[in-house]
């Protein structure tokens, strides 16, 4: 049997497809303004990516913020849930995850079956989420590919002392025009976006060994500040920012 995963985020969407307790495939595209239509097309496209077609699937389970508009799903489940099946599925050592998505960041606590025992979430303010660092990005002409390893050549992180997105964006600007190294001004937003990351984890009192999953994970800079911020360590996986749609299908296979 296969089972599918959707987790429809407010930047990208993605999928996975789950078969005899193996990852069979996973897409990822752009949400765009549509999220139904998102959720159609990775659907779609990690069909063909697998060779499979709809009638193969047994059971789908949608997850994300547009979650409710993917209305050929057999059932919608929180992120927090799917995270955590997701984790545990790939490595069933981790006990805690850090989820840095577009619009919100969540720090998750697991016990030894997979199962959530605590979480904590920032979805009231962009600051420590994706769409912070891609605002910051933004003023600073850099791609989100880029700003890792900008970041890494820092000598000496600029401070950023505002919290809110606005007037952070408005210290990045005049931090330019007053010829801040670029390098030091991405560490030094890396560093305060981890700031407000880590009070997450420390407010569930995180164990290790923990995964980093969405996809600031790919952000080699936000990691390392991470590390820095938390005194660990985290395992991201070549499947960070799929992790949720993979807890989905994982989920999809038990219903």
């Known amino acids: 049997m296969i089972y599918a ?3 429809i ?9 789950i078969k005899e307790n193996r990852l069979l495939a996973t897409h990822i595209i752009p ?6 239509n998102a ?9 063909k990516k697998a060779s499979v077609s709809k009638t193969d699937i047994k059971a789908i389970v ?10 050929f799903a057999d059932k919608a489940m929180t992120e927090i849930i799917c995270h955590g099946t997701g984790a545990h599925f790939i490595n069933p050592d981790i006990r805690g995850i850090i989820d840095v998505g577009g619009q919100d960041s969540k720090a998750i606590s697991l016990d030894k079956n997979g199962q959530v025992e ?8 962009a600051a420590g989420t ?21 970041s890494l050549k820092a000598d000496n992180p600029s401070k950023i002392s505002s919290i809110c997105t606005v007037f952070a964006e408005s210290e990045v600007i005049s931090m330019i025009a007053g010829l801040q190294k670029r390098e030091n001004i991405i560490a030094g937003i890396h560093e305060s976006a981890a700031a407000r990351v880590a009070i997450l984890a420390f407010k569930i009192k995180i164990k290790e060994p923990v995964m980093m999953t969405g996809g600031v994970a790919k952000n080699k800079g936000m990691t390392a500040a991470l590390e820095k911020r938390l005194g660990f360590n985290l395992i991201v996986g070549d499947s960070a920012q799929e992790n949720g749609a993979i ?3 994982v989920l999809a296979s038990r219903l």
């Open 39 to 47: 959720g159609i097309k990775v659907f779609e496209t990690v069909l």
């Open 9 to 17: 985020g407010s930047i990208t969407a993605k999928a996975a497809l």
């Open 62 to 71: 949608s997850t994300g913020y547009g979650r409710a508009s993917v209305n």
């Open 130 to 150: 994706g769409r912070f660092i891609e605002v910051m990005a933004n003023a600073l002409e850099v791609s989100l590919d880029q700003l890792g390893d900008f």
């Open 118 to 125: 605590n979480f904590a979430m920032n979805d009231k303010c």
């Open 247 to 249: 807890g989905a299908a």
């Open 31 to 36: 949400t765009g303004y549509n999220p139904l």
């Open 5 to 7: 995963g959707i987790d």
